[in-house]
Structure formats: C-alpha cells, structure tokens
C-alpha cells in the first residue's frame, strides 16, 4: 500500500523559507508526478505544482516565482521550498501522487497533510 | 476566490437524490475531464469520479458524475449519513496549465 507522509516545521516567520518533505513508502517515486496541494483553514485547496517523471516542474503562475519543487529518487522524497511567506501561506500542505496523464489530474494517494502557520 | 463554482452547501435526508454543481469556463470544464474528490473532517481528499463519470474501485455507484458544456454535477442517490463530507470538483485549465478546483460542497444528511 502506497503511503505518503509529509514533514516540516510547523511554524515559519514572515519573509522566511517554508521547507517540507513528503516520503514515500510502499512503491516507487518513479513512474508517476508528484505533487503538492494546500488547503487553506476556510477549505479552499489550492494547487501549488508539480514533479512529473520526464523531470519537467510546473508551478502555479501566482507562486512560481517563490516556489521549487524537487524529486530524490534515491530517498523516495518529494520536496517543496516556498520563499518569502507571509500569513497568506498558512494552510494545510498536502504531498499527492498523481496518475495517468498530467492533464488528467488525478491524484490517487494523499499525504495526511502538514499544517503550516506563519506567524512572527 | 476558486476558478470553478460550487455552491457552498448542500442538504438531504436519508435515501433522498442530491446534486451538487460545478460551473467553469471553456479553459477547464469546457475542454478538459471533471474529477470529484470527497473529503471526511481531518482527512485529505480521495477521489470520488474521474473523467466525468468514471467510479475509481470501491466507491458505490450511488455516486455518478455528469459533465455538460463548461458545467458539470455530481449526483448521490440513496444519501446515507456516512456521505456527509465536502465534495470538491477540479479539472485540467488550459490557461493555467494545471488544475483547478471547486471551492468545496459540504454535504450534509439531516
């Protein structure tokens, strides 16, 4: 079975660098994209990006320019860097395995999600 | 503000038919699959249908999906008090290269 489980400090300041890690056990990270969704504390989610297995990353235009995402395949990890936060990036990370073509946008397995609070 | 628009709640007794809608553009619902994602408190999202009305294995078919223009539906007859969750509708949006979601439907089985 699939699992997925996303780590990281819970609380980051203002201006800082949200780091989070999503492990991946019970299959391969290769073969399938890899990405991160948030859902804010109202219930929204909202798309952050992707990893897909040709290497390419895709980011949602409105964060691209403070957001990478990246793959160890050696460590089964999926990460996710997000600088310069302000309160509007507090939400619920989630890490989720997606299947079938990118633009299918199916994602099959879900990380339980990682709360992160921005707050000085 | 969500790129897709669902209404924010929805109700039904026990056994009764609900839907919930989802409204897009051309760029996403209009050209591109729905998929629908079903949400119990303190869980992440599964997924619901795929593909505008396909069921993944496992989930009863009293869940169908319908896609219609730049709108879609979700539709769940015989409601039980365990479908009380938040449905979420997404699809592909061409203009944004990647998918978008629904602002979420909280079901409720009173």
């Known amino acids: 079975q699939v699992q997925l489980q996303e780590s990281g400090p819970g609380l980051v300041k203002p201006s800082e660098t949200l780091s989070l890690l999503c492990t991946v056990s019970?299959?391969?990270?290769?073969?399938?994209?890899w990405n991160w969704i948030r859902q804010y504390p109202g219930k929204g989610l909202e798309y952050i990006g992707y990893?897909?297995?040709?290497?390419?990353?895709h980011y949602n235009p409105s964060l691209k320019s403070r957001v990478s995402i990246s793959v160890d395949t050696s460590k089964n990890q999926l990460s996710l860097l997000l600088s310069s936060v302000t309160t509007a990036d507090t939400a619920l990370y989630y890490c989720?395995?997606?299947?079938?073509?990118?633009?299918?946008?199916?994602?099959?397995?879900w990380g339980r999600g990682s709360l992160v609070t921005v707050s000085s | 503000q969500s790129v897709l628009t669902q209404p924010p709640s929805a109700s039904g007794t026990p056994g009764q038919r609900v839907t919930i809608s989802c409204s897009g553009s051309?760029?996403?619902?209009?050209?591109?699959?729905v998929n629908w994602y079903q949400q119990f408190p303190g869980t992440a999202p599964s997924l619901l249908i795929y593909?505008?009305?396909q069921r993944p294995s496992g989930v009863p078919d009293r869940f169908s999906g319908s896609k219609s223009g730049t709108s879609a539906s979700l539709a769940i007859s015989g409601l039980q008090s365990e479908d009380e969750a938040d449905y979420y509708c997404?699809?592909?949006?061409?203009?944004?290269?990647?998918?978008?979601f629904g602002g979420g439907t909280r079901l409720t089985v009173v």
């Open positions: 989720a395995r997606g299947f079938g073509t990118v633009a299918a946008g199916l994602f099959d397995y």
């Open positions: 019970g299959g391969s990270i290769s073969g399938y994209y």
């Open positions: 990893f897909d297995y040709s290497q390419t990353t």
């Open positions: 051309n760029s996403n619902i209009g050209s591109n699959t």
């Open positions: 593909t505008d009305n």
């Open positions: 997404a699809a592909w949006d061409d203009r944004f290269h990647g998918p978008v």
